[in-house]
Every structure is written in C-alpha cells, then in structure tokens.
C-alpha cells in the first residue's frame, strides 16, 4: 500500500502551506508562490519537491513534471498534477475538490512501479495558524490509484488491482471510519532468485503465478484514541488468508500529529520510544484461514518423509509439545498442542488471540520479553481452531 500512503501525503502537503490563508481567486494566481513555499516545507518532511511548469486556473491549477525524492526511496515522478475545484471554506479551511495525478513513476534501475492514474477527493487543508491538534491534521474522503504494475528488468512481475481508501466526513467530534482495499493482484514469482524456492512451489502443487488481495476497516474515535481495526486481511488465492484485527489505544490527535511530524523530521530513536510509551494494547490477534495450503504442504511433507499425511498430521503435536517443554509453560503448550492438532486434521482457521483484561502499555510488553510466561498471562493469549 506504498503508493496511496506516499499519494496520500505528497498530495496533502502539496497544499496544506498557506492555502488556506488566501481565497480561491488569489489562489489560482499565487500558485507558483504556494509550490516554491511547499518546496521548502517539504524538506523540513524528509522529502525534496520539484517540478517543469505550473498553470493556473480560475479554481485550480495544473503542476508539469512533479517529483519527490525521499531518502532512502526511489524517485516518485509524474506528468501532470491537477488540483480542480479549490475554495474557502467559512472555518477558513481550504477544500480541494479533485486532485488528479496522471502517469505515475517510482524507480529507475531494475524495479519499476507505475500507475496510469491516481484521484484523491474532498481534501481538506486546515486553516493558516490553526493551534488545535486535529483540526490541523488533513483529511480526504477518498483515494484511488488505478492501472497499476511493477516490473523487473523491463518484465512485468505484477498487475494491481484498484487501490482504494476512503474516510468518513472530517469531524472534530465523531469518530473517523476508514477502509482500504488492494482489489485482485497477479504476482508472477517466476523471476525469484532462488531455484529452491520454485522447486517447493512444485512439489505444493503450485504455479509462478498468484493473486493477491488485501482488505482493512476500521474506525478511529479521535476523542479517546482508541483505534480499532475490525477487519486486516491478506489473501492469496488457493494459499489462505491471514487476518490481523486488533484495538489499540494511545491514539490521541495530539500524539498522532506529534508521530507525523516526527516522521516527517526524521525522528530518533528515543522520539519514537516516547511514542511509542502511549500505546496501550486492548486486544489482537492473528488468524490463518487455509485455502489447500495445508494439504499440500502435508502431502509434500509426506512424500518427502515417506510417510503417510495423516501419520505427520497426528505427531505434529506431539512435535510441538517436545519443542514448547523449555518454556514451563504445560497449560499453554496443551492447548496449542490442541489446536495445532485439530487444525491440521481438518484444515479452517488457527487463531491466536491477545485480550488483556485491561488495557496494557506497550513498554511493558518490551520489558516483559524475557519472560515468555509472564507475557501470555499478561496479555492472556489463547490458541484456538476452528
């Protein structure tokens, strides 16, 4: 999801200097000036912003040959960006109707992505001196970049499907509701490197080329800083879906803008550590549902040992049990011994799950690392199939 994230907050920041400032006449006519501005508020972001040529419009202006350089990333170019239907709003904030970003490039050397095309719309670029946290923040209502592909040496080892994130209508009180979807991908893994790697993609029975999908939902209730992500799949087609809901809290607007900026500046490791303090755990898990891979995996296993799948199925847990004695942990390991077991006997989903009677602060699962024990207790982790 590089693409709309980086789209995202190139796009946002392209605007959100002094825009709000001026009026929807003076703007078009100031476009150069707000570029030039935005040029050195973009290095104080960790980027570097460029471009050939800008025209301007009655509501809106048209920027030529656009790059950003990131450090560490590779060049982000494309032909045309557009900003159509810019006005004042009475709370002095700036509204964006569209914004169109045409034949998008990232790469030079072997790896190349593009998009045909990118559309963000209903920006919203908070007013010049706003003081408070979210409302200095940007929100759209939504994104999509179409036409995307990456190739390696000039062969296409990806098609993507549409990219889309939409949010709810910015409030200062209601809680923010977000999704963001990857549509059907082909990923051809002919290309990789590593002939062992294609030699066990054939004994499972599988081809070079997947399809690849992702799905995440979720709300952000901005006033208790809670975020809770109900849905966070990954899916490959005749391989599984792994799934990663979880709600954490710590989520303030004060400390999600004082991250961005961070991020942006290039923060250090001990502002990211002070973040990172504010985040409590509520609940988390992990899920695995099997689309064959299990069986084939069980099958090749049982070609390659020479025994029965059924046989490796039944002495997997006992494989666990040998494994997880170190631990001390015999309640523990029986019920992953359980489900582990049950799983592989009859492939759906295998879960764990982390639901903490009550909230936890991250640093105390940092300073808890060595004690395995002292971790599942506290976050009172279960493993389950189903």
Known sequence: MTMPR?????LALSLALSVSGLSSQAFAFDATNLLERYTALAETQGQKFAYESVDASSDGFTVKGATWTFEGMAPIKSETLTFDGVSEASDGSVKI??????????GENEVVVTFDKAVMEGLRIPKEGETRSLEQMAFYNSFLA??????????????LGDMSITLSDFSPTAP????MTLADSMIDVSMAPDPQFKQ????????????????????????????????????IADVGTISMPMKIGGYSSENVLAMQKSVG???????????????????????????????????MASKQMQQPPEQLAAGAPLM???????????????MVQAAVGKFLQNPGTLSVTAAPEKPTPVMELVGGAANPKGLVDMLNVKVTAE
Do not use: C
């Open 320 to 334: 666990i049990g040998m494994g997880m004695a170190q631990l001390q942990m015999p309640e523990f390991t029986q």
């Open 97 to 106: 109707d569209t914004i169109t970003v045409d034949s998008i490039v990232s």
């Open 6 to 10: 980086f789209s995202t907050k190139a």
């Open 265 to 299: 500046a290039g923060g250090s490791d001990e502002a990211a550590m002070q973040q990172l303090s504010n985040v409590t755990i509520h609940n988390l898990a992990i899920s695995f549902k099997d689309d064959s891979v299990t069986k084939r995996a069980l099958e």
């Open 200 to 235: 066990t993609l054939e004994a499972l029975g599988y081809g070079t080329n997947f399809t690849v999908s992702t799905n995440m939902q979720g709300v952000w209730n901005t006033e208790t800083g809670i975020i809770d992500v109900s849905k966070h799949d990954y899916s």
């Open 146 to 159: 179409t036409g995307g592909q990456v190739t390696n040496q000039g062969n296409v080892v990806a098609k």
């Open 176 to 179: 923010l509701t977000f999704a």
